[in-house]
């Protein structure tokens, strides 16, 4: 099984075989100083007792060959076992008692060092065990006596790298002169001892672990020579041997500008650069490409720390709270990013293990609270039941049927017949899928052309010749404010030819009014295309009357004109390799030649006195739902973009909306927004932002559209303004190229919906449906802390008559509850929520049924001020609302307080809802998914004591989630979860749940990406896709109907196709995206070298020994 002699030994066994062989092994060589006999100690045990007390050179030598060969057979197993058995400590007692002696032995030494340095190298404590033994010095010492001696020098060198990894030990080493012995071994380039030079660049390395020994580095100016030994290394290694050189070279400047005094010295020194010059000859040669990485993430890391160009990080928009003072101070608010529900499972990983944050406390899971009001308050939310005080005088009660409605038919063949003749043939997914939410629609994009073809016929110049640049931000068209519009109207007369937008209008200026109006159904009536259930003059009533911080009194066009689908599908698009390395070399450019950095700012909006210059693009965002803060132009053609914080606080930067403007068409244009604060985002994963061109919309093709290229997200090198201690920021950047010359576009984090939007769109749907079949009412919740109001919206089907049976069967139908855009920056929670509108206002026959079922509370925005001012996350009173429903407070979270106290009006007359479902939008993850509440679900995964398999809980909770599976082709079953963690404890689909008592609680979490499974896999979901959720969330609400039969029926005629709709998640285990392809941090050191490689090394030392 085994052989052995001074450079021979082979061993096939385990450690524990030679534990009980050792006995053979040494009858040969028997000592009397041995301390422990075969019988009474493992073999392995043994053997390295006798290592630290051999006496001869041959015994020893023997038995560091056994070792060696025994450790270098198996794997680290081997190894971590020696180290458990005392592995360390006999090696270190051996190196001291054959390194003390006057004239040391390094027939004995070189293969003892070798041996130590592969064992320490797995070994965490073995420096403190070094220093313990007396090693540390011992082997400074013996690298000083052997300098000249490459092989000796290396093996020191690699204990030594071993051996720092403790911080004291690195600290002891550097205070003996260790950094400065091992600095002079690094040479300029050579092809000499290359084993000996990298193992001195690493041990260097490893010694810049302590603040310490970094500081000494930067006083005794070593960067500046490990700066000059790299670029000598790299430009003069032709044949590309010495690979490893300049990698070791680059982990140690990666370590040393750990510190801030190492990064200034690094940048006063050249480093940065030397690192752009170098890396940009390495790109050139595949054969480098080892090297490029690390010196880009190096040269992030040293790109000095660059303080927004802000004034202050509060938002410009500030309300004064009740109670409170008025002015909000700059303080060091670190954000709570566990706190997004949206991001619910994506979030806080670092701080705590997830499992931690489940629930496991039973009486928390099971025990309703008591309520947070007392029940006298509750009855004035009756008035939200119009439904049970309305008494339907205006049905004819001669006109009562004999045969009952199709939900209470008993009739099978009735319902069949019912069924059969009410839904249209079976066409195509596309149109099945249109039909679905836009069954009374006029024609869409066709008659949008024929419009566009009646306005060349130019029957009024003024409005056939308007051009996009009538509609940019200051255009009186849309204006919301006749002294605006007259104040802009003079200000435009001065403006240089060419620049005016009413250069056709000859109206005089008393007319003016009048004239607009005309000018706009003209306009409507030429360009408009038909849009459904979207009235731009509708719009722009709501708009008047919606209450802004700022006082907007400008329309964004996107808004007014209306937005259709675009015909075909968007595909995401695929990440171009390299392209963070290509905008990081941009942006340290930015920094080394300052040439052509313009560094202008173009835009702010504080200052509405500034002037953009006549060749930079124009932006605007002081109009509803607007975000942007200040643009810098950089270059020519490169645009550095500054979000605004949420209103009255620091923090939540992601949403962005405003209008761009005086652009060249066929250039690409870069945009940078500098202040996002997630860690990582879709636009990663293929997702654009969103673009709406208003030449194109004039000319029938009013659409948002996803665009952009070049579109990655990393960390940038911003910090905050007046220097709070988070300081972490991230860039956004995409390149647009524009198809038209001065046209005037918008740009938006995702599709935009207004409160005027909503506004608007509720009437539009109360006027659309037939007030005798449909119970459509619009009434207010309450008034916002800006004074807006907060709609709730009813909808049921009527009786057929007022017979009290029918009566009796409306008051009796169980209630649906729906919210939405709790966070503002969550349009396509909006968008979703407008589908279930108006397919529940439709004559679907599903959506007939559904009425008849149940009765419809639909709450479409309970953040409206946040959703007017621009905000990502918060309300007015800078907290995120959807934290606030344990015990929401009545003045500063008024929409909270007064849906959890309707919730519990409900739930005291008997009529708790039977489904709570609140629209978000996710944006770390792609598809549409549920999020709801299980306890035997949470105490599984919690791992908790509670005997879970006697725990009786409904399993209701997943109808609608396996409901949804069927029948949504953008829904993953597999992203569903339900469980309650702490951390959500006040959000609604929780509170809900655990006070309410409602079974079905959900978060309905909606991409702002797209799908990675089904029909829309690779897709980025639209306007379209977002709108057919909400179609099918309801139509999944029939598989809690008490009618099991006739529900079934109609799922049954809902558009299934399990070939075509396999959206089932291969892997039900991913949670998240996975690693970006390119760092999107860079704190990153240099990988270090591994424990294979060092053995490789060491083996290569011992060749031929």
Known sequence: MFGYGRNNFTWNGTLKELESSYPAICKERHRQNMTASPHSSGGLEVLLSTLQNAGDVESTLNILNVLDELLSAGTDRRIHYMISKGGSEALLTALVNTGRSFTPNYTILLPLLHLLAKVGHRDRRIGMKAEEAGAVLLTLNLLKQNINHARRAAACLWVIQVLSSSVSTANLIGENQGLDVIYCLIPQYTTKHLHTIKAAIHAFAALLCTKDNVCSVVSKGYISGLVRLYEDWHSKDTQHVALSICYALLLCLHKVTHSTAGRQAFISQGGLRVLYQTTQTCMLSKALESLVKPSVQLMRKCLPKTPLPLTSDQSAYTFPLPGRPHTVPDIDVTPDESSDESDEEAENNKETDYDEDLETDLNQLRIRPDPDRPKDLLPQYSRLCPELLHDFQELDLSSEPEESSPASSSSSSDEDSVLLNSFPPRTSRWD??????????????????????????????????????????????????????????????????????????????????????????????????????????????????????????????????????????????????????????????????????????????????????????????????????????????????????????????????????????????????????????????????????????????????????????????????????????????????????????????????????????????????????VFFRQQILCSTLAGNSCPVVTITACPASRAWKDIHQLRNRPCIVLTGRVHPGESNASWVMKGTLEFLCSQDLVAQGLREAFVFKLIPMLNPDGVINGMNRCDLNSEDLNRQWSKPHPVLSPTIYHTKGFLYYLNSIGRTPQVFCDYHGHSRKKNVFLYGCSVKETLWQSGSAVDTVRLREDPGYRTIPKTLDRIAPAFSFNSCNYLVEKSRSATARVVVWREMGVLRSYTMESTFNGCDQGIYKGLQTGTRELQEMGVKFCQSLLSVTKDTLYSRRLINHIDLDHNILDHKSHNCFEDDEPPCVEEIEYSTDCPALKGTDLDSDVNSNMANF
């Open 432 to 773: 099945r899928r249109s039909s679905s939410f836009s069954s009374d629609s006029s024609p869409s994009l066709s008659a949008s052309h024929s419009n566009k073809e009646r306005a060349t016929e130019g029957h009024t110049p003024g409005a056939a010749l308007l051009e996009a640049w009538d509609f940019h931000s200051h255009s009186s068209i849309l204006s919301t404010s006749p002294r605006f519009r007259t104040m802009v109207r003079k200000a435009r007369e001065e403006a240089p030819p060419g620049q005016r937008g009413d250069e056709h209008d000859d109206v005089e200026e008393g007319g003016e009014e009048s004239h607009h109006r005309t000018t706009i159904d003209r306009l409507l009536e030429r360009h408009g295309a038909c849009i459904p259930h979207h009235e731009p003059k509708l719009y722009r009533t709501a708009a008047a009357k919606t209450i802004s911080i700022p006082g907007f009194n400008i329309l964004a066009f996107p808004d007014f004109w209306g937005h259709l689908p675009p015909p075909g599908h968007e595909p995401m698009v695929p990440r171009k390799p390299n392209i963070q390395r290509q905008k990081v070399f941009e942006d340290v450019q930015r920094f080394l030649n300052t040439d052509d950095i313009i560094n202008q700012v173009v835009f702010d909006l504080e200052d509405e006195s500034l002037q953009s210059p006549s060749n930079s693009l124009r932006f605007f965002s002081k109009f509803e739902c607007g975000n942007l803060r200040k643009a810098i132009q950089v270059r020519s053609y490169e645009y550095d973009l500054i979000l605004n914080a949420d209103v009255n606080c620091s923090q939540h930067t992601q949403w962005f909306y405003f209008e761009v403007s005086n652009m060249v068409a066929d250039v690409p244009y870069r945009f940078n927004v500098i202040n996002c604060e997630k860690t990582n985002s879709q636009f990663n994963y293929g997702m654009q932002p969103v673009l709406y061109s208003v030449k194109e919309a004039l000319e029938g093709r009013p659409h948002w559209v996803r665009s952009g290229t070049e579109v990655c997200y990393f960390r940038n090198h911003f910090c905050p303004a007046r220097g709070r201690k988070r300081t972490t920021f991230y860039t956004l950047t995409f390149t647009i190229t524009f198809k038209h010359n001065e046209d005037v576009c918008y740009l938006a984090y995702h599709y935009p919906y207004t409160y005027s939007a909503l506004k608007a769109h509720l009437k539009v749907l109360q006027k659309s449906v037939d007030p005798a079949k």
